[in-house]
């Protein structure tokens, strides 16, 4: 069965104001892209995994507890349990140890006033007793344990039953990403099996006579492509089905080919390069002839050639990325405009990366009129305050600028040069890349 076409471009843009394809804010860009993926996507497929494989899986349905979390009132520490009736106002607190009860093992019968049962962490709360105190605060003779009454209060150091999930409640929510913490929180309400949402099927390649794969010959003039190995990285990172396409060469043949086959087989194709204004410049060419571009151009820096459409192969559509060629210009334009639209394809809910500000460390050197990401390493001083400064060169050549930065800084707009000391925004790249 085929994939449903997906709605024009055109509805979409026409909605901008100041609408220029050759020339489009950064803000206006993602703005068009969030806006055609939310009309267009379509809900995928569900299937059922294992626990074991669902890890980075998109949750199909809402996870519903079947049962109550813990299952009974327990203790949070290792000490002794009783009733906090039995708390003295005189200052000291002395109570006899009746019995034991430990995790699995509770201790059967019931506590009365002045009666403690020693307890270990996790162990079901006896029967009368609503408060544990810790062993450290605790001083022992035989049967009896003495302590400060003000070393706790009643109920203190009790885990409630249903305190983290009850019977009936959302455990998760469609459209999360399923991250460790999930796979314990999905175990400990017994269930083996997740609905997940079928993985979103991704097509790449890299474009160029000048690129060469790794173990080719690198002739004068050559370079290696390192472009698929970095999408291959991000794409791995988002969990979604990869389908590297190689390096297609510089003719309207070959790169009509593998535009086509991308497209019939995958629900989204990025390219990188070929999307400038050069002789042997197709990709755009074969946008336009198989699809639609709704821009190509975006005042941004690394990244201003940036092709976003979509194309269509054997009664299939595919959104289309048209990325840069340069190195940091395919990882800056992947997670400014692809990342977010991928996982909003694949059903997810949360998407936004971790953002915060931070005082600059040095001069950055800006002008208005075009939205800049710099790379940056933050770090927090002795004082506490967050700092950040570039990593260098900042050529969207130079690589080594994204393998040595922990960061994004964002530079807005309308902003010119930073002096040291102001602050900027920072996109983290920890669960970023």
Known sequence: MTKPSLPTLNSVVTCQSDYDPESLKVDQALQIVQDFVASSAKALETETVGIYQSLGRILAQNIISPINVPAADNSAMDGY???????????????????????????????????????????????????????????????????????????????????????????????????????????????????????????????????????????????????????FGMLTRLGVEINDFGVVRDNPEDMRRAFSDAAAQCDAVITSGGVSVGEADYTKQIMRELGDIAFWKINMRPGRPMAFGSIQSSGHQAVLFGLPGNPVAVMVTFYQFVRHALLAMSGATDLAPQTMQARATETIRKRPGRTEFQRGILKTDRSGINTVSITGAQGSGVLRSMSEANCFIVLEHDQGTIQAGDLVNVVLFEGLL
């Open 81 to 231: 349990a009783f009733a906090g009736s039995s708390i003295s106002s005189d200052g000291s607190t002395s109570l006899t140890m009746i019995g034991k009860g430990f995790a699995g093992h509770a201790f059967n019968g019931d506590v009365k006033a002045g009666e403690c049962v020693r307890i270990m962490t996790g162990a079901i709360m006896p029967n009368g007793c609503d408060t544990v105190i810790p062993q450290e605060l605790v001083e022992i003779n035989n049967d009896q344990i003495q302590f400060t009454s003000t070393a706790v209060k009643a109920g203190d150091n009790r885990r409630l039953k249903g305190e983290d999930l009850s019977v009936g409640s959302p455990a998760l929510l469609a459209g999360k990403v399923i991250r460790p913490a999930d796979l314990g929180l999905i175990a400990s309400l017994g269930m083996g099996e997740v609905a997940v949402k079928r993985r979103l099927r991704v097509g790449f390649f890299s474009t160029g006579d000048e690129l060469r794969s790794i173990g080719q010959e690198l002739e004068p003039g050559c370079v290696y492509d390192s472009n698929r190995y970095t999408l």
